[in-house]
């Protein structure tokens, strides 16, 4: 029997960070009180009119460009048609034939290749208020009713739930860079659709498409994805047809569930939007917005190699655009990237996820951690005093010198009052072990030194005073 293999395609729906909604002046802001940012055109009320917001088109294009789309020139947007609670209007604006970005791409390191996801098209539409259910009635919080939203499908294109997770991943971390989202999955701002079907090895033709809506979490895509394959596997094994369905991944089951048949486009009785007219995008205007375009994650992930910091730090870095955006201006000040880094990502991180802060938080400017990581790298300080300056930078706003002087953490370079310390330390048997394994003697007596001095021995001075003596 041929072996089934699965054809996957992702809906991403992305909610942009506009002031205003995207054909309304209300504001657009997560968590406020509900039915508060709200008026009567994402309301629904009859006579009223859209006003398209300009940001949301440059924002649109901004993403294009980012995911290596096509800009549509020419376009216009459609009224699709469904009757639904959280759906005032009784249709939902947005852009069926006209889409303002297409034929793009993401690319995603597989580990021993890189691939192209390519994106079909992105358009933008307007998103439905948010429906709460509970005790068996449903609430409209309509503050949602009207956010921009951008759609982005990719052609069916992946294989497996692992190219589906790194995609995800990787389109997060454009859309995030990019200023586009915020991409919070737990607030709703990012949702994904999965597209998936099978078909027999030797067959070309792609077997029936079931999707599964408002996947909640990235963990969740790949669970969602390997059940749904297992699912449809067992069926198609025992002669049962796929049906075209709509489903959800219910998280206390870790299961698909079937919501309803799949509509069709003809369900939905597109037609072009009468109330705004078509818009025509100039070369001009785009090349405008391709010069506010920043510097990506994958381009970063090239830079810090060249500095030197390894994979490890490089990911932390990434994962918190706030932090590493610190980084970035140190390198701009000149000063050590890898050791700007590894505090950075060492004790400043581990302290912000301790205390549940934001490093603006904290009383720390990038002045004095630039002072921070100067004076480490030029011994005038050891990592052990480091780390006692970074803990009062924490909560004081001195200089990184007052620190010092306060906290009497000047390194002791004076040589006679090293080798005082020193001079009792060797005697035969630390010269017999220096003579089989220097390196290690070496360290061991740094380490007893630092301890004695509370980790104010300048390093330098004693390693060079260390070998002159145990040369003698």
């Known amino acids: 029997m041929n072996k089934l293999l699965p054809t996957i395609g992702i809906e991403v729906h992305c909610e942009l960070k506009t002031k205003n909604k995207v054909f309304s002046n209300s504001l657009n802001v997560y968590g406020e009180i509900a039915n508060t940012n709200i008026n009567e055109i994402d309301l ?9 917001n300009k940001d949301v088109i440059d924002v649109g294009i901004k993403t294009a460009l980012l995911l290596n789309c096509k800009v549509n020139k020419s ?30 791409f993401v690319e995603i390191d597989l580990g021993d290749k890189l691939k192209k996801i390519y994106i079909e098209e992105m358009h933008i539409e307007e998103d439905t208020c948010k429906s709460i259910h509970e005790n068996g009635k449903t609430l409209l919080d309509f503050n949602r009713a009207g956010v921009p939203l951008i759609e982005i499908v990719t052609k069916p294109v992946i294989d497996n739930d692992n190219e589906a997770v790194l995609y995800v991943e990787k389109l997060r971390e454009i859309l995030l860079y990019g200023g586009i989202s915020d991409v919070k999955i737990e607030e709703g701002s990012l949702r994904c659709d999965v597209n998936i079907s099978l078909r027999r090895e030797d067959c070309n033709v792609l077997g029936t498409k079931v999707e599964i809506k408002n996947i909640g979490s990235i963990s969740a895509i790949k669970e969602a ?6 699912r449809q596997e067992k069926l198609i094994n025992n002669s049962v047809v796929i049906v075209a369905e709509t489903r959800k991944f219910d998280e206390s089951i870790r299961e698909t569930v079937s919501m309803r048949l799949k509509e069709t ?9 009468p109330d705004i007219p078509r818009l025509l995008i100039e070369d001009s ?33 990434i994962s918190n655009m706030e932090l590493n955006k610190y980084l970035l201006d140190l390198i701009s000040m000149g000063t050590n990237a890898i050791i700007g880094a590894n505090i950075i990502t060492g004790d400043l991180l581990a302290y912000l996820n301790k205390n549940g802060i934001s490093i603006k938080d904290t009383n720390i400017t990038i002045d004095n951690l630039k002072c921070l990581v100067d004076k480490l790298e030029s011994n005038e300080i050891s990592s052990k005093i480091g780390k006692i300056i970074l803990s009062n930078m924490f909560e004081s706003s ?42 290690k003697t070496i360290k061991y007596l740094i380490g007893e030194i630092m301890k004695v001095t509370k980790g104010k021995a300048n390093p330098v001075v004693v390693n060079d005073l260390l070998s002159k003596e145990l040369s003698k």
Do not use: C, H, W
């Open 225 to 230: 994805i390997l059940f749904e394959i297992e």
């Open 44 to 52: 629904g009320y009859p006579g009223t009119l859209p006003t398209l």
């Open 398 to 439: 001195d200089s990184v010198d007052l620190i010092m002087e306060k906290n009497d953490l000047k390194l002791i370079s004076d040589e006679n009052e090293l080798l005082n310390i020193i001079k009792p330390m060797i005697n035969d048997e630390i010269k017999i072990e220096y003579s089989k394994n220097n390196e």
């Open 285 to 317: 205007y785009i090349e405008e917005i391709k010069k506010t375009l920043p510097i990506l994650p994958s381009e970063l992930r090239i830079k810090y190699k060249e500095l030197g910091i390894n994979d490890i730090t490089i990911n932390a870095l």
């Open 75 to 104: 376009m216009y947007f459609d009224r699709k048609n469904y009757f639904y609670p959280d759906n005032p209007k009784n249709y939902q604006i947005t852009q069926k034939s006209t889409p303002i970005g297409y034929d793009g």
């Open 265 to 273: 486009n003809n369900d939905y009785r597109y037609f072009p939007e």
